[in-house]
């Protein structure tokens, strides 16, 4: 019987891996020069970490992997990780709030049960996390660090659209709605319904007013969010700060020439965001995606600490880098055929071309010669190196390595 790959998931071949690679060091390098630090997470987690605090939508729930570990040391439940925020928000409650303000990424991989087959299970992604700071100021940097990535990676025309998440969950709250209900509408909204909201009779006709200009809010209007506010200010004076968030928040987007939409859906598949939200958009599809949770990490058992973060979805972003923005120059490739009594000197000659930051490579039986510009001859007896330029047709002689690599630089 053949062998074959486990359903849902997804081989990556070495043209694939050149894509992915390509894509996580533009993540990480932008991630570095913006002053956040890499950490990793276990591919294991226990499932209450996911479920004790309401973290995650019903609708994600459905889709953990979990089982028993009962022949481990708990005899708990355990899920592979379903989400890529909230193991590192267990990693700073656990070791780092000592430290206060924490600027971490990640490159990890993800688990979501997907019954359609057109999706894959095991998914891969980039996230930063920003935390111990509340200010639309940490806000907008996650969201220009996430342009800045996809940038990188030479692709242009991004949507960003932002929802004011606070704002929905502060509605819902004065309609006086119980706490079950109050979720359960979230959750919807959350989740895309947004007429979920033209359905709801609160008492107070300021909150029908409220909730009719909230379903109106959208495209670019930083004018009509002011007008919104004289609403607020005037018959919700409490959630004047979740606005004026927002509208700082819009107003530096703006500044900055970004191409946004106010969308209050965009905050869909997470329950634990508390603040903006903001999704990445290339056409009709969904790149990357993050905001604030700032009662993430109470809930948790951790300090009353807020944070803000984002991922990047590399699966998404590996089918749409061009492979014009993968082309680089011409590597300087040394291909080495060393004479059979020369072997183990070719093997040195390999090892003091890899020091000087040069690919070296064996040319090995049923090999075809490798694309690579320069062809090196190891021989026995003098000259002991004749290198050779396949791309000009030259030919020089060497007796020692250094004078290889000078020949090489010359």
């Not at 790959?5 to 050149?18: A, F, N, Q, V």
């Not at 379903?82 to 267990?90: E, F, K, Q, S, Y």
């Not at 991989?109 to 100021?137: D, H």
């Not at 002011?226 to 004047?240: A, C, H, S, V, Y």
């Amino acid at each position: 019987m053949r062998v074959q790959r486990c359903k849902g998931t997804r081989d990556l071949s070495p043209e694939e891996m050149i894509r992915f690679r390509f894509i996580e060091e533009a993540f990480r390098g932008c991630c570095l020069k913006w002053g956040y630090e890499e950490v990793k997470t276990p591919t294991l987690e226990y499932l209450h970490l996911f479920t004790s605090t309401g973290t995650l939508t019903p609708g994600m729930l459905g889709k953990v992997y979990s089982f028993l570990d009962w022949d481990g040391w708990s005899g708990e439940r355990i899920v592979l990780r379903p989400d890529g925020t909230i193991p590192v928000a267990r990693l700073y409650i656990d070791s780092m709030e000592d430290r206060g303000l924490a600027k971490l990424f990640y490159v990890t991989n993800i688990f979501i049960f997907e019954e359609t087959g057109k999706e894959t299970r095991e998914r891969w992604q980039g996230g930063a996390e920003l935390i111990g700071v509340s200010s639309p100021l940490a806000d907008v940097e996650l969201i220009i660090l996430a342009l800045e990535v996809l940038h990188k990676v030479g692709l242009e025309g991004i949507e960003l659209k932002l929802s004011p998440v606070g704002l929905i969950r502060g509605l819902l709250l004065e309609l006086g709605l119980s706490p079950g209900e109050q979720v359960k509408i979230f959750d919807q909204i959350m989740d895309g319904d947004v007429d979920v909201l033209a359905g709801l009779k609160p008492g107070k006709p300021e909150l029908n007013k409220a909730l009719s200009l909230l379903l109106d809010l959208k495209g670019k209007s930083s004018g009509f969010l002011q007008n919104f506010k004289g609403l607020f200010t005037q018959n919700l004076p409490e959630l004047d700060s979740c606005l004026d968030n927002f509208i700082s928040i819009i107003d530096l987007v703006e500044a900055l020439g970004c191409n946004y939409q106010i969308d209050i859906a965009s905050g869909r598949s997470f329950e634990y965001y508390t603040g903006v939200s903001f999704q990445l958009f290339r056409g009709k599809e969904r790149i990357g995606g993050g905001g604030r949770y700032d009662a993430l990490i109470p809930l948790m058992g951790g300090k009353d600490v807020p944070a803000s973060g984002f991922a990047l979805y590399f699966d998404r972003l590996m089918k749409l880098v061009k492979p014009a923005t993968l082309a680089k120059p011409q590597a300087q490739g040394i291909l080495i055929k060393p004479e059979p009594e020369a072997v183990k000197q070719g093997f040195n000659m390999a090892g003091h071309l890899h020091e000087a930051g040069y690919v070296a490579e064996f040319q090995l039986e049923a090999q075809p010669p490798a694309s690579l510009r320069w062809m090196l001859e190891v021989r026995s007896k003098a000259p002991l190196f004749v290198l050779t330029d396949r791309v000009k047709h030259q030919r020089f002689e060497a007796q020692t390595a250094d004078e290889v690599v000078a020949l090489l630089q010359r």
